[in-house]
């Protein structure tokens, strides 16, 4: 039984359009996160969620929005995707000081 | 500004040896410690964690050491085996979070020859 789960596995996409990716944690933790994985293999965070309100929002670019519908779901939207956002995008959940991961959604823009 | 590194991408060990991933960190905030193993098409799963109140954690055959003064952790495994094999990534997170933030290293790829 999946704890984080998030879809899709694999995307690609064309420069410019808009696509969403979903997470969904069956684990009833009050936070959750979406991180990239650069092509230099670092994990950044981007955002964090705690009970649906945003407590942590990086440098990340306004073209990248999550939205958080309840607390077991964080979804990122991104829009008029360019080259550069091409990565392995991770959501996460944690409670207790321990972060669980989905398993990744490796986004390809072309 | 690489606040957590991991200084060696690679390492090869025998099985059956010890393996030691070394990491080092720079921001004196961070209180929370943890390693995290992630095999390809994975995400990464936690492995073990050290709070800055202890130097040595200790479970099964993984045990983390804390050296504060010198900012730098380190994960020993022994023995090693085959499926050790993958990517360790080491991540830290300041003291005092409602909120939960890991800063994780680039990690390093172990590799357990059998």
């Known amino acids: 039984d999946t704890a984080v789960s998030q879809t899709p596995k694999y995307l690609v996409t064309q420069m410019g359009n808009d696509k969403s990716i979903k997470c969904e944690q069956n684990?009833?933790?009050?936070?959750m996160y979406w991180y990239k994985q650069d092509s230099k293999k670092f994990l950044k965070i981007m955002f964090s969620?705690?009970?649906?309100?945003?407590?942590i929002n990086e440098t990340v670019p306004n073209r990248f929005s999550p939205k958080s519908p309840d607390k077991a779901h964080l979804n990122l939207h991104i829009n008029s995707l360019e080259l550069g956002d091409s990565a392995v995008y991770f959501c996460?959940?944690?409670?207790?000081?321990?972060?669980?991961f989905g398993q990744g959604t490796r986004l390809t823009v072309v | 500004d690489q606040q957590v590194k991991q200084n060696s991408p690679s390492l090869s060990v025998q099985e059956g040896r010890i393996s030691i991933l070394n990491c080092d960190y720079t921001n004196s905030m961070f209180d929370y410690f943890l390693w995290y193993k992630k095999y390809p098409a994975e995400g990464p799963t936690f492995l073990i964690s050290?709070?800055?109140?202890?130097d040595k954690n200790e479970d099964g055959r993984f045990t983390v050491f804390l050296n504060k003064s010198a900012k730098h952790l380190s994960l020993h495994i022994v023995p090693s085996q085959p499926g050790d094999s993958a990517v360790y990534f080491c991540a830290a997170a300041p003291r005092g979070a409602g909120s939960y933030q890991l800063t994780f290293g680039k990690g390093t790829k172990l590799s357990v020859i059998p």
């Open positions: 969620y705690n009970n649906k309100e945003l407590i």
């Open positions: 684990l009833g933790h009050d936070t």
């Open positions: 996460a959940s944690s409670q207790a000081g321990q972060a669980f």
């Open positions: 050290i709070s800055s109140i202890k």
